[in-house]
């Protein structure tokens, strides 16, 4: 039976985890808000961008780049989009489960974010690179990852890219998805939430292309792919944002369940206390007299 | 027959434009581009300029990066990493931001610093342009 001095003591120390947990609540909260909204800005030039390249690449006619080559795949890689930091709830937990799916041997993870890269390690699997964001992505660290796994496509070192991260559907619901990167052979969207697919289409209106096709394609290809992977880092920053609030709002009002029911076993114990001592006041009393 | 085109201008912060207009005039890569209505489809690179408009017999300005075009014959789509209508831009903040990137152009840069300076230094060369034009 612990003495009221415990249960007072305990409950103090539940206040201030309390009084933690929502201090990061809020934070989390507002940087949600920001994330969310660059999330959503940058939509329409992803959707406008898949349609255009949907559209384009269905009348080239017999072009071919050398990003758009499909090939048997040997081997493959995979962008893993994680967040730096943990207590964001089942976020990074998932991704991971989703992550080890993928065949150990054949293929090689490119770490974005260091819970990604630390799974990696703690697997023993193979890891070809690890990048870093910032809380605020920034279209140049966008560009790095993208540009690490052109080449490796390029130079034939893989012969397929995927990209596994977390897509913010809303603020209570973020869901790990693979979507293809490399190579570029339909133009597809990120399913609901991100932005809308557009099929190639193929009825056959004929595109002029100045200064031509291979110039127009090679430019395009590459910001095409870049803008990708800087859409992915904000939509996963959205979702870590997200995630972590909600944990932390859990958090926050567990440690407050937990505080109401220690209350009223202190005071039961109290009560039962003083009734003890009253007890034995009264009974010394009637054998005195 | 339609006879005005659907022009959507689009950065990566957010939609900059949509409307239906007359004319545009684009900055393309080799020269100065004006498209109608049923132009032929055509799928093009811009350089950073100026991007002006034709709606109801005026004109309207625009500073733009470079990017992407995309013609159809009753759509104009611009994909390009800066647009500022004209009346929207601040002179003064353009010319700070040429001057603080000229600066930076004569320091040592590896190519991908050198990248971002240049298309900085061209964001804000356009936006003068198209103001000072304006003034005239």
Avoid at chain 1, 41 to 49: I, K, Q, S, V
Avoid at chain 1, 140 to 158: C, M, Y
């Amino acid at each position: 039976m612990p003495s009221t001095r415990d249960i007072r003591r305990r409950i103090k120390s539940v206040k201030n985890t309390a009084q933690i947990t929502k201090a990061m609540q809020m934070v989390a909260a507002s940087k949600m808000r920001k994330a969310q909204q660059a999330a959503l800005a940058g939509r329409p030039y992803a959707t406008l961008m898949n349609q255009v390249l949907g559209q384009v690449s269905g009348c080239v006619g017999d072009f071919t780049h050398e990003l758009m080559t499909k090939r048997p795949v040997k081997k493959r890689a995979v962008i893993l989009i994680s967040t730096d930091k943990g207590l964001c709830g089942g976020l990074n937990a998932n991704l991971v489960r989703e992550a080890g799916k993928f065949d150990r041997a054949t293929t090689i993870y490119i770490a974005a974010g260091r819970k990604g890269s630390q799974f990696v390690a703690r697997t023993k699997r193979q890891l070809g690179a690890e990048f870093t964001y910032k809380d605020a992505p920034l279209f140049s660290e966008a560009r790095a990852i993208s540009k690490f796994a052109r080449e490796l496509f390029t130079k034939g070192e893989v012969d397929q890219v995927d990209i596994l991260f977390t897509n913010f559907i809303s603020t209570l619901n973020q869901k790990p998805e693979v979507v293809p990167f490399l190579p570029v052979t339909e133009i597809k969207g990120l399913g609901m939430g991100l932005e809308d697919g557009a099929q190639l289409s193929k009825d056959g209106t004929e595109f002029l292309f100045e200064p031509g096709v291979e110039g127009v394609l090679g430019a395009l290809l590459p910001h095409y792919l870049n803008f990708r992977v800087y859409q992915i880092l904000l939509e996963s920053k959205a979702s870590e944002h997200s995630s972590r609030m909600v944990a932390m709002k859990n958090a926050t009002d567990n440690a407050k369940q937990i505080i109401k029911d220690l209350t009223l076993e202190y005071n039961k114990l109290r009560q039962a206390n003083i009734t003890k001592e009253l007890l034995e006041i009264t009974s010394a009393a009637m054998a005195m007299s | 027959m339609a006879n005005t085109l659907k022009l959507e201008i689009v950065t990566p912060d957010a939609v900059t434009y949509s409307d239906d207009v007359e004319m545009v005039t684009l900055p393309g890569a080799e020269g100065e581009m004006g498209i109608y209505p049923n132009h032929v489809p055509l799928m093009t690179q811009i350089v950073a300029g100026e991007i002006s408009v034709r709606k109801g017999g005026r004109d309207l300005f625009l500073a733009v990066g470079d990017g992407f075009v995309e013609i159809t014959g009753k759509r104009v789509a611009v994909m390009t990493d800066m647009a500022i209508l004209a009346d929207n831009i601040d002179e003064a903040k353009a010319e700070e931001a040429r001057r603080r990137a000229e600066a930076r152009l004569v320091e040592k840069l590896d190519d991908e610093e050198t990248a971002t300076v240049n298309a900085a230094l061209a964001h804000s060369a356009a936006q003068l342009r198209v103001k000072r034009r304006q003034g005239r």
